[in-house]
C-alpha cells in the first residue's frame, strides 16, 4: 500500500563503489539484517530480520532459498554484472554497497520506487557462521540446530507428508522435534503436543519423518551425536484447503496463523480499514478518514502508511499539533521520512 497524500522530495544522488570483481560476491551469502534503503527499519509488512535468507551467488546466477530446511524451492535469476551493479531485469536489480571477504551489503534497485520502499540486506559469510557455531559449541555432543546452522534436506518434508497421507487429512495440530543421528543413521521423531488423539495419525508422522534420514546433508555435523530440529505441523481439510503444513524451529503453533508477525485476520480487518479510509478522506469526511486509519495501525501494526496518511490529514485540515504527535511516533518507530517531516513541520 502507498502513502496517497504527502510525498516527501529527496535529494538523489549516485555513489560511485567501483567495479566489483564477481569472484568477490560469489559463494553461500546469510543474511543477518536488513532495513530499508533510506536507513529506516522495516517497515510495511517487511519481516524483522528473524527470517532466514540464503544467497548463492555462482558465475552469473543469484539463487535465493528462504527455507533454512529445504534447499528445493530455490528462486535463481540471472544477472550481468555492471560496475557494482546486479542487474537481473530491465528495471531492476541490486546494488553491490560493499563486499569483502565475509560480507556483503546488497541494496535492492528497482526503477520507480523510492528509497523507504527498497530493501537493503546485511550478509555473512556461511563458513563463518558454521566455524562461529563450532566454535562455540566445541566441547558439546548434542546440540539444537538454528535457523542459521542446520542439515538441509534434498527433499521436501511437507510434500512426504501429503503423500503418505493420500488425501485423508483431518483437523489437528502438534509439536514435536526430530533428533538425527549420523552416526547410527537414523532419526528418532518425539511429539510433545497434540490436539489429536488418533494415534494412528500420529505415528503415520513419525513414522515419514523418521524414514527421510537419507534425504539430509550431514556435511557439516558428523562431529555431534544427535542433532535437534523442533517443529509444529498443521494438517487441515476445510472447503477451500486441505493439506499439512510444517514450520521448523519454532514450537508456537499460532505461527501458522502469521504473516510477518501479525495473524492474518487482523491483517485483513487493517487492510478493510485501510480502504475505508481511503474513501473517508476522497469524500472530505476527514475526522472519520482519520479514526479508519487509526484502527488499520491498531489491527496491523506494520502498516505505516496507515500512520502517514493519518498525520497527512491532520496536517491538510489544519491540525498541525497532531500532526506534529503522529510524526514524532513514526520517527519513533525509526522511519527516516517521519522523522524529516517532523522536522520540517513542527516545532
Not at 518425539?190 to 490436539?195: L, N, P, V
Not at 550431514?218 to 544427535?226: A, I, V
Not at 535437534?228 to 514450520?247: A, D, H, N, R
Amino acid at each position: 500500500m502507498k502513502k496517497l497524500f504527502l510525498v516527501l522530495s529527496f535529494l538523489f544522488f549516485n555513489i560511485n563503489y567501483g567495479q566489483i570483481n564477481l569472484s568477490a560476491i560469489e559463494g553461500y551469502w546469510i543474511k543477518y539484517k536488513g532495513e530499508m534503503k533510506d536507513g529506516s527499519d522495516l517497515s510495511d509488512g517487511f519481516t524483522e530480520d528473524s527470517g532466514y535468507m540464503e544467497y548463492r551467488i555462482n558465475q552469473r546466477k543469484l539463487c535465493i532459498n528462504s527455507n533454512p530446511v529445504h534447499k528445493v524451492n530455490e528462486s535463481c535469476l540471472d544477472f550481468t554484472l555492471i560496475n557494482n551493479f546486479m542487474k537481473t531485469s530491465q528495471y531492476s536489480g541490486f546494488v553491490v554497497e560493499k563486499a569483502t571477504k565475509d560480507s556483503l551489503v546488497l541494496c535492492e534497485k528497482i526503477d520507480g520506487l523510492a528509497d523507504d520502499k527498497l530493501k537493503r540486506a546485511y550478509f555473512v559469510r556461511q563458513e563463518v557462521i558454521i566455524s562461529k557455531f563450532k566454535e562455540e559449541n566445541k566441547n558439546e555432543k548434542n546440540i539444537v540446530a538454528s535457523k542459521l546452522f542446520a542439515p538441509k534436506t534434498n527433499g521436501t518434508i511437507e510434500i512426504d507428508l501429503n503423500k503418505a497421507f493420500k488425501n485423508n487429512y483431518s483437523n489437528f495440530e502438534l509439536v514435536g522435534n526430530l533428533k538425527i543421528y549420523p552416526d547410527k543413521k537414523r532419526i528418532k521423531t518425539e511429539i510433545t503436543f497434540s490436539t489429536q488423539k488418533d494415534s494412528s495419525r500420529i505415528r503415520l508422522v513419525k513414522k515419514v519423518i523418521d524414514g527421510t534420514f537419507e534425504k539430509w546433508n550431514l556435511k557439516d555435523f558428523k562431529d555431534y551425536e544427535s542433532i535437534e530440529i523442533p517443529f509444529v505441523l498443521k494438517s487441515e481439510i476445510t472447503k477451500t484447503f486441505w493439506g499439512i503444513s510444517v514450520i521448523f524451529f519454532t514450537t508456537d503453533l499460532t505461527e501458522f496463523e502469521r504473516i510477518y508477525g501479525v495473524e492474518m485476520k487482523d491483517i485483513r480487518k487493517s487492510s478493510d480499514y485501510f480502504n475505508k479510509g481511503l474513501i473517508a478522506y476522497e469524500e472530505k469526511k476527514y475526522l472519520e478518514s482519520i479514526a479508519y486509519f487509526s484502527e488499520s495501525y491498531k489491527f496491523n501494526s506494520k502498516n505505516i502508511d496507515a500512520l502517514y496518511n493519518k498525520a497527512a490529514i491532520y496536517f491538510e485540515s489544519g491540525d498541525k499539533e497532531n500532526a506534529c504527535k503522529v510524526w514524532l511516533e513514526i520517527s519513533i518507530l525509526g522511519q527516516v521520512e517521519g522523522k524529516q517531516l517532523f522536522l520540517k513541520n513542527c516545532e
